[in-house]
């Protein structure tokens, strides 16, 4: 409990000499006490926020589904803030596909690429979510740049998407178009 000490109980000035002047004393313990009891009961009843993460599905044992080369769409993530695109899968070697170029840009960016391949994906199969991307990325592309292809995936709502190796041939491909 808390105490006040005054001294003596002599509050009259006796023979003219005037009385001393104790100072007070208030013991902090107890209010010590209920500080730390409420820190722990706040810590312990608090929710801690959960961290913001993207779920990783990983494929099915076995062999890989087929995607026809109209709803197909790869991009191809480099270094700079480069990302580049390619409608289908570029796996026919006499008809080698034409690379173009983006940014991860709000305004004429790769996002704007993605809706439009969804739009000519929902014309032709009446489902946008036919459309499946292959995101490759190059030994020197930033980590930074694929989460931001990841993060374009999310923000155009794609179904389908995958992280696949890049080929020699891309990578070939890539080099001619930055000398």
Known sequence: ???????????????????????????????????????????????MAKPKVLNLIMPADGEGVPVGESKALTLLVSENNV??????????????????????????????????????????FGDPDDLVIMIKATKESSYRNMVDALDEMKINRVARYALVDITEQEVNMLDALHP
Request: aromatic share 6%; hydrophobic share 35%.
């Open 83 to 124: 990302i580049s695109w390619y409608d289908g899968q570029g796996d026919d070697p006499l008809h080698p596909p034409v690379i173009h170029q983006s940014s991860f840009s709000p305004a004429n960016g790769i996002g704007e690429v993605i809706r439009a391949k969804q739009k000519k994906v929902a014309a032709a």
């Open 1 to 47: 409990m808390a105490e006040m000490n005054t001294g003596n109980d002599q509050g009259r000035n006796h023979g003219g000499h005037r009385s001393k002047k104790l100072s007070t004393r208030v013991d902090m313990t107890p209010m010590v006490d209920l500080g730390f009891l409420l820190i722990t009961f706040f810590m312990l009843t608090t929710t």
